[in-house]
């Protein structure tokens, strides 16, 4: 039988590392997948398997946690995002970034095979191209969180350059899902919707009614994700961040085909400060590198996850 790797997930306890968790383990066998978050155990949906609380910006802490369970692969979640990090830049640079450079530091260190880095869509910026935006290109981000996250993805061309260290990234667009609710992110209504809709029957809409953003449905975001760390390393051409797209969709073009569902439901749109966020960010994105380097293909359209989603919204 092949030798499964140990796996330590930092974050684990967010929108995205719930369901990463649940996946891995079934890939790779609950004893073998190590779940971390700065929040203790409740919130993490796996609550099976092991679990350590870990803030990631205590390099001593997470260096233990390597040598103790021998980890070899590293999926490194935690960090704040775009909305929540204008609020405290000062701490958004520290566990998105400085964090993050010891950990690629500790990995190489104690011999981890393999990292994962989630960058984002906020690392591009008003010089980047908005409709279908390249692989390489302009990268002027206008948030903390675009800073740290472009900083991040060429700190890990660095490891990977200059040590050797494999590090993997995918820039995730907006995340779409059901089983935790985002907050502090700019795409967030394309969760909120959902459940404001079912719930009350009326949602009010924080963005501009025809603000077209790139998503992706979550069980596109695991796909990509194990996709992308069971690659072959000779298959990728870069160890910045891969474009990865599912469809884009407006705030507008989402209520539509939610009305399908919910006929008598209304929606206001009241624009705050992640619309500016929001406005510097791409409206479609060219994901072909990701294609033709490890086969990435999405298998929802916007259609296909409303029809899912509302499904297992409550
Ligand atoms: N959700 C999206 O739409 C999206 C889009 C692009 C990129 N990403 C990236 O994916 C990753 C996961 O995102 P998410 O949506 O699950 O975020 P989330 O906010 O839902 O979860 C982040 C988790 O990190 C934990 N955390 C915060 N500070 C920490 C610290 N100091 N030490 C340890 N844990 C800490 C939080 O408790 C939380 O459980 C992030 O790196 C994010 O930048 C997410």
């Known amino acids: 039988m092949e030798k499964q790797p140990k796996v330590l997930v930092t974050g684990s306890g967010g929108q995205i590392g719930t369901e990463l968790v649940r996946a891995l383990r079934s890939m790779h066998g609950t004893e073998n997948v190590l779940s971390t978050d700065l929040i203790p155990r409740d919130r993490d949906e796996g609550a099976e398997g092991p679990f350590a609380q870990l803030d990631v910006t205590d390099t001593e802490s997470f260096v233990a946690l390597l040598e103790e369970h021998k980890i070899n692969h590293v999926y490194h979640l935690a960090a704040l995002l775009s909305s929540k990090g204008e609020k405290n830049i000062d701490l958004t640079w520290n566990i998105n970034f400085e964090a993050h450079r010891k950990l690629l530091a500790a990995c190489y260190s104690h011999n981890v095979d393999r990292v994962f880095f989630p960058s984002t869509i906020g690392v591009y910026g008003p010089t980047t191209p908005r409709q279908m935006t390249p692989q390489f290109t ?48 700019t795409t967030d209504f394309s969760v909120e919707m959902f459940f404001e809709l079912k719930r009350k029957g009326h949602y009010v809409c924080y963005l501009k009614k025809d603000t077209r953003l790139p998503m992706i449905y979550m069980p596109d975001v695991i796909k990509a994700t194990l996709g992308l760390m069971q690659a072959e390393v000779h298959q990728l051409s870069t160890s910045m961040g891969y ?62 996850m409303v029809k899912d989603m509302v499904k297992h919204v409550v």
């Open 138 to 185: 302009s990268f002027q981000p206008s948030t903390v969180y675009g800073i740290t996250k472009i900083t991040g993805e060429l700190w890990n061309q660095y490891y990977k350059s200059r040590y050797g260290l494999d590090v993997r990234s995918l820039r995730y667009p907006g995340v779409i899902s059901y089983e935790v609710i985002p907050e502090g992110g």
């Open 243 to 304: 474009n990865l797209s599912g469809f884009s969709l407006t705030p507008a073009e989402l209520f539509e085909e939610l009305q399908r569902y919910y006929p008598e439901a209304t929606i206001s749109y009241e624009p705050d400060a992640r619309q500016q966020i929001a406005d510097s960010w791409s409206e479609t994105i060219d994901d072909r590198t990701a294609s033709d380097d490890w086969g990435w293909q999405p298998d929802y359209n916007m259609q296909g």
